[in-house]
């Protein structure tokens, strides 16, 4: 039996978050091209303004990303990034000195900066290292937290139809090898992403989900982010701005499978799903 207690608190660069009762991350784009036009902030006032409505609203994490990882996005220069992303972060610090906030990037040079200068505490990578050997290093020697991401081939590049095999053997395979080489590089706090789209089928997707609770067996921290993805939208047949019912139905059911953070671009409903789940004891 084991008898390993699942990590509930996480150090985000000296900051400690607490994960006994699940959080939600709420996504900011300082970008022209993501997927959901409604995510997308490219100025600082609309970048404060899009954080204050969000932590208003009960976010706990903003995640801020400066490189669209849709499938056949234009691609960002180191350069290009390391801009955008000082734009975002200075606009949210100016006002939230305290938040906690994740960083979308697979690059070192970005996730030091963002530590460094300020204070980020958690370091979202959709390429579990693949990008930049670095990485890994990196975030050790700033203390942030590490959220560990499942993909299937380049998440950057336009997705062929994944072969058919155990989507979810596949996904543990995958985090296991990529938690041990962490924990070698000195990563002490990481969190897990099942990776949800990122080259899987749409079949693929469900039968993740459905088996999401196979996780459990890491003892660490599980990330979920459906928000609006096609696995909602070709499903019902609709598009990204018409799938916040169906994004709120599968955060549901997430929240029953042991999610323990909710990454989404509507925080006010994302709550409402974590507060109908604890009421209702899932």
């Known amino acids: 039996m084991n008898t390993i207690q699942k990590q509930t608190t996480i150090n985000c660069n000296g900051r400690l978050l607490d994960l006994s009762q699940p959080k939600v991350m709420g996504i900011i784009n300082n970008t022209a091209d993501s997927f959901y036009g409604a995510s997308r902030c490219n100025t600082p006032d609309a970048i404060a303004a899009q954080a204050e409505k969000m932590i208003a609203e009960g976010a706990e994490i903003i995640d801020v990303g400066a490189f669209s990882t849709r499938p056949g996005c234009a691609q960002v220069s180191e350069q290009e990034e390391l801009e955008r992303i000082r734009t975002a972060l200075s606009a949210i610090r100016a006002k939230f000195p305290d938040v906690v906030i994740s960083v979308d990037t697979f690059r070192s040079s970005v996730a030091r900066m963002s530590a460094e200068e300020f204070g980020v505490g958690i370091i979202n ?51 296991y090898t990529k938690v041990d080489a962490l924990r070698q590089a000195g990563v002490k706090d990481i969190i897990l992403d099942p990776g949800f789209g990122f080259g ?23 990330l979920v982010g459906v928000s609006r993805k096609s696995m909602i939208f070709k499903l019902l047949e609709t598009d990204p701005e018409h799938s916040l019912n169906g994004t709120s139905v599968i955060n549901t059911i997430a929240m029953a499978k042991g999610a323990d953070i909710l990454r989404v671009h509507d925080v006010k409903q994302a709550v409402e799903v974590i507060k109908i789940c604890q009421k209702t004891g899932l």
Do not use: W
């Not at 020697?141 to 979810?168: F, W």
């Open 125 to 175: 990578d959709i390429s579990g290292g693949y990008f930049d050997p670095e990485l890994f290093k990196t975030v050790a020697e700033t203390r942030a937290a590490y959220i560990l991401m499942h993909s299937i081939g380049n998440p950057l590049e336009k997705h062929q139809t994944a072969q058919c095999y155990d989507i979810v053997e596949d996904v543990i395979k995958f985090l």
């Open 200 to 222: 899987k089928t749409l079949d693929q997707n469900y039968e993740l989900l459905n088996h999401m609770d196979d996780l459990k067996i890491f003892n660490l921290p599980i």
